[in-house]
Nanobody
Framework: QVQLVESGGGLVQAGGSLRLSCAVS????????MGWFRQAPGKEREFVAA????????DYAESVKGRFTISRDNTENTVYLQMNSLKPEDTAAYYCAATVDRRGRSYSQTYEYSLWGPGTQVTVSS
């Protein structure tokens, strides 16, 4: 049974930091690209960051570039999202997602991912 479980969310003041983790089980983690997405109330789910199987390729939404860092540990089957300089507009439920790593994908679209975690809430107060 495949499971993706996010953790590390919480309440933080603007300018603060959080580190999200996503523990993955039930699949060959090193064969999968991983993504982080977020969804604020009343808004569509949006891309945050992605990382390919080897960790050598990463991509970020413009709104988080320079503040967020995605990384992965293929020995621990875990993907991370380090979030610094948080802003109130970063408030959302954050989801990790997995998809088989293949060439030619952008990894920034929700439809590219078939496996999703339940999400973890991040709230940034002003």
């Amino acid at each position: 049974q495949v499971q993706l479980v996010e953790s590390g969310g919480g309440l933080v003041q603007a300018g603060g930091s959080l580190r999200l983790s996503c523990a993955v089980s039930g699949l060959t983690f090193a064969s999968y690209a991983m993504g982080w997405f977020r969804q604020a109330p009343g808004k569509e789910r949006e891309f945050v960051a992605a990382i390919r199987w080897s960790g050598t390729f990463t991509d970020y939404a413009e709104s988080v570039k320079g503040r967020f860092t995605i990384s992965r540990d293929n020995t621990e089957n875990t993907v991370y999202l380090q979030m610094n300089s948080l802003k109130p507009e970063d408030t959302a439920a954050y989801y990790c997602a997995a998809t088989v790593d293949r060439r030619g994908r952008s990894y920034s679209q929700t439809y590219e991912y078939s496996l999703w975690g339940p999400g973890t809430q991040v709230t940034v107060s002003s």
